[in-house]
Nanobody
Framework: QVSLVESGGGLVQPGQALRLSCAPA?????KAWYRQAPGKQRELVAQIERGGRIHYSDFVNGRLTIAIDHAQNTFYLQMNSLQPEDTAVYYCSLEYNAIEKYWGRGMQVTVAS
C-alpha cells in the first residue's frame, strides 16, 4: 500500500505559474497528474511511464511540464502561463501494470484575477 502526499496548490493570477509536487516518486510506477474541473470528468494531464516515456494531453500545449526530483524523491507538475480554464482540482497518481493505482487527496488550483 502506498500513501501519496501532495503540495503546491492555491490561487494564482492569469499568466502566473505554480508547481505541484507529489511524494514518493516510486521507480516501478507510472507517475501521473490528473485534474477535474467543476462539472467535468477527471482527465489525465501528464504522465511519466516506468521506462521514462512522457505523455502530455493535447490541451497542455507546451505550458506544463512533468518531471522527477530525484533528490527529494518527488515528482512535480510545473505549470506556466496559467489560464482560467486551468482551474480544477489536481490529483497525483502512481500506477502499476494497469492494476495497482494510488491517488493523492487532490489540490485546488484556481486561476483568476
Amino acid at each position: 500500500q502506498v500513501s501519496l502526499v501532495e503540495s503546491g496548490g492555491g490561487l494564482v493570477q492569469p499568466g502566473q505559474a505554480l508547481r505541484l509536487s507529489c511524494a514518493p516518486a516510486l521507480s516501478i510506477f507510472t507517475k501521473a497528474w490528473y485534474r477535474q474541473a467543476p462539472g467535468k470528468q477527471r482527465e489525465l494531464v501528464a504522465q511519466i511511464e516506468r521506462g521514462g516515456r512522457i505523455h502530455y494531453s493535447d490541451f497542455v500545449n507546451g505550458r506544463l511540464t512533468i518531471a522527477i526530483d530525484h533528490a527529494q524523491n518527488t515528482f512535480y507538475l510545473q505549470m506556466n502561463s496559467l489560464q482560467p480554464e486551468d482551474t480544477a482540482v489536481y490529483y497525483c497518481s502512481l500506477e502499476y501494470n494497469a492494476i495497482e493505482k494510488y491517488w493523492g487527496r487532490g489540490m485546488q488550483v484556481t486561476v483568476a484575477s
